[in-house]
């Protein structure tokens, strides 16, 4: 049976991933810091939030190091399409901290988080190339 051409469904398709100790409250939280990281991103952005995607990866402590130190906090890494204004990616990457120590509790000076802009078309998912950011919130 040949099948017609899959419809793009929907905006962002951001990827957050996370690397966090094996016995951190973010490692025991997930869920929750993935409802609250995808809550926060379809809020900042209007991307809609159902496409969203959150993976976490637990190493043992002593597993991330700052400046040749290993410390015991998570990273985050994000990837978003480019396209958005300085004032939404500050507001987004804010709201992501927010959330993320909301949740688990750890401190704000002990997590770091990176965000990573690509092209819509360095993206496919459902089969499909993702158009830019700048076809959200139209």
């Known amino acids: 049976m040949t099948r017609g051409p899959r419809r793009n469904r929907g905006g962002s398709k951001p990827f957050y991933q996370f690397t966090v100790p094996a016995d951190s409250a973010t490692a025991r939280k997930k869920a929750e810091v993935a409802a609250a990281v995808t809550a926060v991103h379809a809020e900042v952005t209007g991307a809609p939030s159902k496409y969203l995607n959150c993976s976490f990866v637990e190493v043992p402590p002593g597993s991330i190091f700052v ?12 990837l978003i399409r480019q396209g958005r204004s300085e004032e939404v990616q500050r507001k987004l990457i804010t709201a992501l901290a927010d959330a993320w120590v909301s949740v688990t509790g750890e401190a704000i000076e002990d997590i770091a988080l990176f ?3 690509i092209p819509g078309y360095q993206v496919m998912e459902n089969g499909q190339l993702l158009p830019e950011a700048s076809a959200d919130r139209k």
Request: aromatic share 0%; no cysteine.
């Open 67 to 78: 400046a040749g130190t290993a410390v015991e906090a998570g990273r985050m890494v994000g």
């Open 115 to 117: 965000l990573h802009e």
